[in-house]
């Protein structure tokens, strides 16, 4: 390989060899235990916050309920008492009284019957809004918890993470332009790491991929023996043959 084409791609993978060192922290913060932790309390919590405001809807369907069926049954009793204290008439009439004293009976079990359904039903609310509401809390509480001991990971990679963004801006001026711009492209498309060495083959002169490990073919070697690197066929990563 031709020296000034060797230096840039060792200043190449000096940067990559610090992207990864970050990324690695990044990776590490990313799967900390406690951020998991802090999701799935999150999720809880805000399962709780739906099931009481859930809770407070039925209920206030059960209040209008309750109150429709209160005067239902206060209009029923203002009914009966006026049949009650009606004056005594011919025959007819006073069956007719009986008919619908009686229909009045079927109605006051049936608003009973209703009565006992919203109060089973209203029980049912509060306790499940109970349940949520200590729930929610215990979720709350959790959050918190993990939240402090992640926030307290974050904080002990801060300055190790400030330091390696700096010197990674450092070294990104010193990169050859075409070559970075080469790299990033390899990195959006997930290949990481971009560059990787060429690996010893089995063959005599005969090289593997160092990042997915398939052979390279006749032109690849040739490549890199005559200039020092070439792009796999496979993942399309740079392959550089330093020595």
């Not at 040739?222 to 550089?240: E, F, H, K, P, Y």
Request: proline share 2%; hydrophobic share 35%; net charge neutral.
């Amino acid at each position: 390989m031709e020296e000034t084409l060797k230096q840039k791609f060792k200043v190449l993978l000096a940067y990559q060899k610090k992207d990864i060192e970050l990324r690695k922290i990044n990776l590490t913060l990313e799967r900390d235990v406690s951020l998991a932790e802090m999701n799935k309390h999150k999720r809880a919590f805000n399962e709780a916050k739906q099931a009481i405001s859930e809770c407070e809807q039925a209920a206030g369907g059960l209040l209008e309920q309750f109150a429709a069926l209160q005067k239902y049954i206060e209009d029923n009793e203002a009914l009966l008492a006026e049949l009650e204290n009606a004056d005594e008439t011919g025959e007819e009439e006073l069956e007719s009284r009986v008919r619908r004293l009686e229909s009045l009976k079927s109605k006051f079990q049936t608003a009973d019957k209703k009565m006992h359904d919203i109060d089973d039903k209203s029980k049912t609310v509060c306790k499940r809004r109970g349940d949520a509401l200590k729930y929610g809390n215990a979720a709350k509480q959790k959050f918190g918890e993990a939240r402090d001991k992640h926030n307290a990971l974050v904080s002990s990679k801060a300055d190790e993470i400030t330091r390696l963004k700096a010197e990674l801006d450092q070294m990104r001026l010193q990169l050859d332009k075409k070559l970075f711009e080469e790299y990033e492209s390899l990195v959006n498309d997930n290949k990481f790491p971009p560059v990787v060495p060429a690996a010893a083959s089995d063959k005599k002169d005969m090289f593997n991929c160092g990042g997915c490990g398939l052979s390279l073919p006749q032109n690849g070697n040739a490549l890199l023996s005559t200039q020092g690197w070439c792009r796999c066929d496979n993942c399309r990563r740079i392959i550089v043959h330093l020595s």
